[in-house]
Nanobody, 128 residues
Framework: QVQLVESGGGRVQPGENLTLSCAHSGGMFNVWTMAWYRQAPGKQREMVASVTNVGQAKYADAVKGRFTASRDRGKNVLYLQMNNLRPEDTAIYYC??????????????????????WGQGTQVTVSS
């Protein structure tokens, strides 16, 4: 049974930091590139970071230099270190794979229906 369990969200003030975790099981996640996605209120879901199976990471322009994605293949966990958070980072954050053939890329809206499964996500709220 495939499971994606995101955690670590919370309410913080601008400039503060959070680290999100995603525990994955039931699939070949350690072989695939994994990604972090987010959906802000009233907006489409977007990809903010990706990490290959050997730890190479890429980022959306909006988070570059502030967020760091990593993974521990031994523990089956994906991480997102978020520094210097801004109000515009407020969103529900999800982890998932990057399905092929769907045109999923940074700067493009993500259609949740293009994925076979989603976790429950973790809420991040940045507000003073």
């Amino acid at each position: 049974q495939v499971q994606l369990v995101e955690s670590g969200g919370g309410r913080v003030q601008p400039g503060e930091n959070l680290t999100l975790s995603c525990a994955h099981s039931g699939g070949m996640f350690n072989v695939w590139t994994m990604a972090w996605y987010r959906q802000a209120p009233g907006k489409q879901r977007e990809m903010v970071a990706s990490v290959t199976n050997v730890g190479q990471a890429k980022y959306a322009d909006a988070v570059k230099g502030r967020f760091t994605a990593s993974r521990d293949r031994g523990k089956n966990v994906l991480y997102l270190q978020m520094n210097n958070l801004r109000p515009e980072d407020t969103a529900i954050y999800y982890c998932n794979t990057i399905p092929g053939g769907r045109g999923i890329d940074f700067g493009r809206d993500v259609n949740p229906a293009d994925f076979q499964f989603w976790g429950q996500g973790t809420q991040v709220t940045v507000s003073s």
